[in-house]
């Protein structure tokens, strides 16, 4: 196998690298800068130009991180490199490898639908193709993105109506940022989390723009009050911490978990199912555009999903750890 899961992460022995290493290695490729798959402590990494700053913040300043452009393709120790467009977050990439005509294509996370912060998904053709399955159910099925904005904007628009703030939990890389681009800046202030805040910058050197936000500190805070903000914050800020900050205070959380049949929110007051992962039918559309005559499985669903291909005639196998059980609280879920 030209790729092998080992103890510490997916390894391509012919060119001696991991993917997503789980523990420190010599050379790492990163798909994203997700804190599951950008681990601090390899001696040398390789990710897209996009999204070297975001993982360079993940891993340390100090870390060497190198990159290249989508499409670029290098050589390590004869096996040829190159990274393609995966649609999660701003950087997110597929990684492929070809080897005496041998090609793989490791998916890492991704999404079909086209969004304002981050590079538009790219089906890349292969022989054997790992595909993650966070969301492989069928009744995971994602309505269009400007829909779910629609329903953020009248959520807002109508607590600003009854004298309530808005704080919406969002993961603070990639779904804050793609939950602040949909913002309509005319229904009243923004505000976002310092951990949130710390990523613009990225953002905004790769050309993407955003409404105008207020620094999330106590002055500007006591200002605007009245004025019933918008706040986009990790889930791990509280409800009751806005509270004490912002006074009456409405809150939801945005997740692809969020939809109907997956885990609804308990402690929030709506769900909006925001994900920045394929639904089932786009990790079928992605599985078949690749025309892989291999699928491996991992991160998620993986023997819904495996089950499913085995029976439409596709060699499939999970790779990694088995079904997922349904996690028991939201917060587990930085998706």
Same mark, same amino acid.
């Given at each position: 196998?030209?790729?092998?899961?080992?103890?510490?992460?997916?390894?391509?022995?012919?060119?001696?690298?991991?993917?997503?290493?789980?523990?420190?290695?010599?050379?790492?490729?990163?798909?994203?800068?997700?804190?599951?798959?950008?681990?601090?402590?390899?001696?040398?990494?390789?990710?897209?130009?996009?999204?070297?700053?975001?993982?360079?913040?993940?891993?340390?300043?100090?870390?060497?991180?190198?990159?290249?452009?989508?499409?670029?393709?290098?050589?390590?120790?004869?096996?040829?490199?190159?990274?393609?467009?995966?649609?999660?977050?701003?950087?997110?990439?597929?990684?492929?490898?070809?080897?005496?005509?041998?090609?793989?294509?490791?998916?890492?996370?991704?999404?079909?639908?086209?969004?304002?912060?981050?590079?538009?998904?790219?089906?890349?053709?292969?022989?054997?193709?790992?595909?993650?399955?966070?969301?492989?159910?069928?009744?995971?099925?994602?309505?269009?993105? +400007? =829909?779910?904005? *629609?329903?953020?904007?009248?959520?807002?628009?109508? !607590?600003? @109506?009854?004298?309530?703030?808005?704080? $919406? /939990?969002?993961?603070?890389?990639?779904?804050?940022?793609?939950?602040?681009?949909?913002?309509?800046?005319?229904?009243?202030?923004?505000?976002?989390?310092?951990?949130?805040?710390?990523?613009?910058?990225?953002?905004?050197?790769?050309?993407?723009?955003?409404?105008?936000?207020?620094?999330?500190?106590?002055?500007?805070?006591?200002?605007?009050?009245?004025?019933?903000?918008?706040?986009?914050?990790?889930?791990?800020?509280?409800?009751?911490?806005?509270?004490?900050?912002?006074?009456?205070?409405?809150?939801?959380?945005?997740?692809?978990?969020?939809?109907?049949?997956?885990?609804?929110?308990?402690?929030?007051?709506?769900?909006?199912?925001?994900?920045?992962?394929?639904?089932?039918?786009?990790?079928?559309?992605?599985?078949?555009? +690749? =025309?892989?005559? *291999?699928?491996?499985?991992?991160?998620?669903?993986? !023997?819904? @999903?495996?089950?499913?291909?085995?029976? $439409? /005639?596709?060699?499939?196998?999970?790779?990694?750890?088995?079904?997922?059980?349904?996690?028991?609280?939201?917060?587990?879920?930085?998706?």
């Amino acid at each position: 196998m030209l790729i092998e899961l080992t103890p510490s992460g997916l390894y391509c022995s012919a060119g001696d690298f991991y993917i997503d290493p789980q523990a420190p290695v010599r050379r790492a490729i990163i798909t994203h800068a997700h804190t599951d798959h950008a681990k601090p402590g390899s001696d040398a990494y390789l990710t897209s130009r996009s999204g070297k700053p975001l993982v360079q913040q993940r891993v340390g300043l100090r870390a060497k991180v190198e990159s290249l452009e989508f499409g670029e393709e290098i050589e390590i120790r004869g096996v040829k490199v190159s990274l393609h467009p995966a649609g999660h977050i701003l950087g997110s990439t597929q990684v492929r490898i070809e080897y005496h005509g041998e090609i793989w294509v490791v998916s890492g996370d991704y999404k079909l639908e086209p969004d304002a912060t981050c590079e538009t998904f790219e089906h890349v053709k292969c022989h054997t193709f790992i595909t993650e399955s966070t969301f492989a159910k069928p009744h995971y099925k994602w309505k269009a993105q +400007t =829909e779910i904005f *629609n329903q953020i904007n009248d959520w807002w628009q109508m !607590n600003s @109506l009854w004298g309530t703030t808005s704080l $919406i /939990g969002a993961y603070s890389l990639g779904k804050a940022q793609r939950v602040l681009a949909g913002l309509d800046p005319g229904i009243g202030p923004i505000m976002v989390y310092p951990t949130v805040e710390k990523f613009l910058p990225a953002y905004k050197a790769a050309g993407i723009s955003f409404p105008e936000i207020l620094p999330f500190n106590e002055t500007t805070i006591a200002e605007i009050r009245e004025k019933r903000p918008l706040i986009i914050a990790p889930p791990q800020f509280a409800r009751v911490d806005a509270e004490k900050k912002f006074g009456a205070v409405a809150s939801a959380f945005a997740s692809g978990w969020m939809s109907k049949g997956g885990l609804h929110s308990k402690i929030h007051d709506r769900g909006f199912a925001l994900s920045d992962h394929a639904d089932w039918e786009g990790l079928l559309a992605a599985i078949k555009a +690749t =025309e892989a005559e *291999n699928i491996f499985v991992m991160h998620g669903f993986t !023997n819904t @999903l495996v089950n499913h291909l085995r029976s $439409i /005639g596709y060699n499939a196998h999970v790779i990694g750890a088995t079904q997922r059980v349904q996690p028991a609280a939201e917060h587990s879920l930085p998706e």
